[in-house]
């Protein structure tokens, strides 16, 4: 293959939306309590940081576990509040069919003593805006009932019409846009497609970069912050952000450009319900690109996803011990 072929190739290399979204809580018990009860996600898998398995690891989505439903949560009681600032990943942002779904969930959040607010979010699009109860900060977008490849968890008694449908997008703080403009626009291939203005701060616009179509869970929004400090992570805060690929091939497509472009990676590390490559893209921000499958159900049966303490084949030979560090929840 000629270096002109080659290049084209790599030109047209595409992410197909968000994986998963990891963030950090130092209250799992209230944590598991939010996601499950008031959010209505399932817990698809509970399982520990294969780096740190002092720590659970769980992970909530929709009925299937489908990629790009979920949002993780690495358990760190230790860890301290997270900093809030700029050079970060700030805020998760769900889909949700429609205005109807809106409202129900305004009226939820009420019921719930949920603070919240009501904003226009990319144009004429609505959203909420609200936290959990560490202050990670999140959101419902309006996705226009754009199609949703997996299906709604409906044990928490929300109906599916209003249930969570996965992400819209992920929301960057940068210093200084052009810090990781070329490395989204030029090494992810993403797509400058739409700019609009930040609900939560009157003079600040949202720069929207799509992948693979963009459209709904296919965005990344950044924002630049100049006058902020440097974030620091700590419970309430998002360690990284992974997107979908679709295969073994696509992801070692993906190794050798990073590496040919000389930007270091993790190399392929394998998870298990899933293969991960991790790169920053600044010194705050930690994205990974990782493998649709094989999936959550690999080791335990669809219908009983969550409900046992799962290690990956090479920590099963220490469950005993690792369960004895863990404290039930």
Request: cysteine-free.
């Amino acid at each position: 293959m000629n270096r002109q072929v080659a290049d084209r190739e790599e030109r047209e290399m595409q992410l197909h939306g968000l994986h998963h979204v990891t963030a950090v809580t130092g209250k799992v018990a209230e944590n598991l309590r939010f996601y499950t009860q008031v959010l209505g996600l399932r817990l698809v898998k509970k399982t520990v940081n294969q780096d740190d398995v002092s720590a659970y690891h769980l992970f909530y989505a929709d009925r299937l576990g489908t990629p790009g439903t979920d949002i993780t949560f690495f358990d760190w009681p230790q860890i301290g509040s997270n900093q809030r600032g700029t050079d970060s990943i700030v805020r998760t942002l769900f889909r949700v069919a429609g205005t109807a779904a809106l409202d129900y969930w305004a009226g939820r959040f009420q019921e719930q003593g949920i603070a919240f607010s009501r904003a226009g979010y990319l144009g004429a699009r609505e959203a909420l805006l609200f936290e959990d109860p560490e202050g990670q900060r999140l959101a419902l977008v309006d996705d226009d009932g754009a199609p949703f490849e997996g299906e709604p968890w409906t044990e928490a008694g929300i109906p599916a019409e209003y249930a969570l449908r996965g992400f819209y997008a992920v929301t960057l703080s940068t210093p200084r846009l052009g810090m990781i403009e070329p490395i989204l626009t030029r090494v992810l291939n993403f797509t400058r497609t739409a700019e609009h203005a930040n609900p939560e701060n009157a003079g600040e616009t949202v720069v929207v970069y799509s992948m693979d179509g963009g459209g709904p869970g296919k965005e990344v929004h950044v924002i630049e912050q100049p006058r902020l400090p440097a974030a620091w992570l700590g419970a309430g805060g998002v360690h990284h952000v992974a997107f979908r690929l679709r295969d073994d091939e696509e992801q070692r497509g993906w190794e050798e450009r990073l590496a040919r472009i000389g930007l270091p990676t993790s190399g392929i590390i394998d998870r298990y319900y899933f293969k991960s490559l991790y790169f920053r893209i600044s010194n705050g921000i930690l994205f990974e690109l990782a493998t649709d499958g094989p999936g959550f159900a690999t080791d335990e049966p669809l219908a009983a996803l969550g409900e046992r303490l799962a290690l990956p084949p090479f920590l099963e030979p220490r469950r005993q011990q690792i369960e004895a560090g863990l404290k039930p929840i």
